[in-house]
């Protein structure tokens, strides 16, 4: 990395926060006696958390805390959540409990901060004092440098913040504590009271510190962990009373760390994976609710193998691979599904019934940018409302399924920016009438007994047509035509066969010289296609006399004539052939006296056999 382009990165924000140290109003009834800020840089996403000593110094109740944010922290805060510590006097309470937060806009506040305001429940009286934890959860903070790296190259990322914390109040005392993924740091700020040990620096204690300060520091450092991001996931719950909850998520991954240039080496990379691949992900880990059941992994082309499924009585896990590593900036798409027991999920309150289940994705340490819950009800739900722990829009919209009538009401809940701390339960309320699952059973049960009497009616009934209607003699006609025609056909493809005994005793006569047994299968041929145009008179005769036939009449007749033709030919060229080996002629003089005959024979069998395919057909 080159120092003077680092340098260059952090002048814009050194300019953004220069106005900070003008007067501004000071809410001097709060000071902080005691800040402890830790970060947590050991992913993707990124976790201050701070614990503030607040004391109340004026003669008023407070009942408000406000906390800052700069202007590049604030727009990828993903996550705020205040709780109360253990403190002395009025505000003694247990922790754990989340208080209101909301985004206030306080006057002579420089427009490039952000301000919160953290509700108290009782008030900060005077001289009380209270502990004020505060979570913070960030996305899309950390940024690559260099922005694009090689197959082979590790991920280094910037991280900006401030030593000392920003705030409307006084500090008497801070520390800040940031936490890497190792030991390996590029670079850091190196300012008074900054200490590195090991994968953690340190920087403070400060103290006396006026509101508003901000001192700016960089850490440049490696982190190869996976930077997976759903750019959109949509997760359908499926409520069947029946005694199962279908979960499917629809996931779009991208890699979103150090964007990969270059060319992919697929063979370096399974050689020397952590070396030629480091900064790529191989699997991903969802971890999924305990009773989990029929689990499937799969994309666009089918199921995906690459997979391993584990659990026990308090959790299951699925580790899925996709078909191919992920570097900076690849894309994949998957689906996960799996069946959970309706009575872990499904509750009863106050004639309602509701589902509380969790909100986000189960995979391990995912940024989400838009996520869309979809929870499909059942059909004839009614009375449907949403309760989440957060803001989220909110909407209904319907899905059609099998045996549905009029569609099964759909609850959709849509929110940017998801982390895992967003995994909370919500709930889904509803009335639905118990009869209204005997509907499906019912439509299966009518639709097969009507099947049933149809078929027994069918079965009974006579539908034939009356033996003396013009449509069904006309059918038997034409029945008597088809047959007719078939028989023609038939007699058409003897004779065929006849003309192709003619031409093969010639083919034997040239082979052998023997003029005799070529005269004798002579004889045989025309006695059996005298038999043959006998035979053909009758059935050439009706077709000529039914009305039914005319469509077909003119090809059958065309064959006859042709088939004729094409015996005449056959028989000058055997006569002359035959004669010509008698005067004992040479092969090409008799070649000579056929060769007018042979073609008109080969165009005539063309069209015979035309005529005959055509016939078949009809």
Not at 398 to 403: A, D, F, R
Request: hydrophobic residues 40%; contains cysteine; glycine residues 6%.
């Amino acid at each position: 990395m080159k120092r003077g382009t680092m340098r260059s990165n952090l002048f814009p924000l050194l300019f953004a926060f220069a106005f900070l140290f003008s007067p501004v109003l000071s809410a001097s009834d709060l000071i902080l006696a005691k800040v402890d800020r830790r970060i947590d840089l050991t992913s993707q996403i990124v976790r201050i958390t701070t614990s503030l000593k607040v004391e109340n110094t004026g003669s008023d109740v407070v009942s408000e805390i406000l906390l800052s944010f700069p202007e590049n922290q604030a727009k990828h805060l993903a996550y705020l959540k205040a709780t109360l510590g253990e403190g002395k006097g009025k505000a003694k309470t247990s922790s754990g409990v989340a208080l209101p937060v909301k985004a206030v806009q306080p006057n002579d506040v420089p427009p490039a901060l952000t301000i919160y305001s953290v509700s108290l429940p009782n008030g900060l009286g005077k001289g009380h004092s209270l502990t004020l934890d505060v979570l913070a959860v960030f996305t899309h903070i950390l940024q690559p440098f260099p922005e694009k790296i090689n197959q082979g190259d590790i991920q280094l990322l910037l991280f900006q913040e401030s030593a000392q914390y920003l705030s409307p109040y006084a500090v008497k005392a801070q520390s800040l504590t940031l936490k890497l993924p190792d030991a390996r740091i590029e670079s850091y700020s190196k300012l008074e009271n900054a200490k590195l040990q090991g994968s953690e620096l340190k920087y403070g204690p400060y103290e006396n510190i006026p509101p508003f300060s901000y001192l700016p520091i960089v850490i440049h450092y490696e982190n190869n962990l996976p930077f997976a991001v759903a750019k959109e996931l949509v997760r359908e719950i499926e409520i069947s009373h029946w005694g199962n909850v279908q979960i499917t998520e629809h996931y779009e991954i991208i890699h979103a760390g150090a964007q990969s240039k270059g060319e992919f080496s697929r063979l370096d990379y399974q050689t020397r994976p952590y070396l030629r691949g480091a900064s790529a992900f191989r699997r991903l880990v969802a971890k999924l609710p305990p009773r989990a059941h029929s689990v499937y992994y799969r994309d666009e082309i089918g199921n995906i193998s690459t997979s391993s499924l584990w659990g026990d009585s308090r959790k299951t896990e699925l580790e899925i691979e996709p078909r191919y590593p992920m570097f900076g900036g690849w894309k994949t798409t998957f689906t996960i599904g799996y069946g959970l027991p309706l009575q872990d999920f499904l509750f009863g309150l106050d004639g309602k019934r509701f589902l509380n289940i969790s909100f986000g994705a189960p995979i391990y340490e995912l940024v989400i940018d838009t996520i869309f819950v979809k929870v499909v009800l059942p059909e004839g739900s009614k009375d449907i409302s949403v309760s989440v722990p957060f803001p989220v829009k909110e909407r209904q919209e319907t899905k059609i399924s099998h045996l549905d009538i009029v569609g099964r009401p759909v609850v959709v809940v849509e929110k940017n920016n998801v982390v895992p701390e967003h995994n909370e339960h919500f709930q889904v309320y509803y009335k639905f009438n118990s009869l209204s699952m005997l509907t499906e059973p019912f439509m299966l049960i009518s639709g097969f007994f009507f099947l049933f009497v149809a078929c027994i009616v069918y079965s009974r009934a006579d539908i034939s047509i009356s033996k003396s209607s013009a449509s069904y003699l006309a059918k038997l006609q034409w029945d008597e035509v088809q047959a007719t025609t078939q028989l023609i056909h038939g007699i058409i493809s003897r004779c065929l066969t006849a003309h192709d005994k003619l031409e093969t005793s010639l083919h034997d006569l040239s082979r052998t010289g023997d003029v005799q047994a070529c005269k004798a299968t002579r004889k045989s041929v025309d006695s059996s296609l005298k038999d043959l145009s006998k035979e053909l008179k009758q059935p050439l005769s009706f077709l000529q006399s039914c009305p039914q036939a005319a469509q077909i009449l003119p090809k059958v007749e065309e064959l006859v004539t042709k088939e004729r033709e094409l015996q005449e030919k056959l028989v000058l060229k055997h006569t002359t052939v035959v004669d010509g080996y008698e005067k004992k002629l040479g092969g090409r003089e008799i070649e000579n006296r056929i060769a007018s005959y042979q073609q008109k024979i080969t165009a005539l069998r063309r069209e015979v056999d035309d005529l005959m395919d055509l016939i078949d057909e009809i």
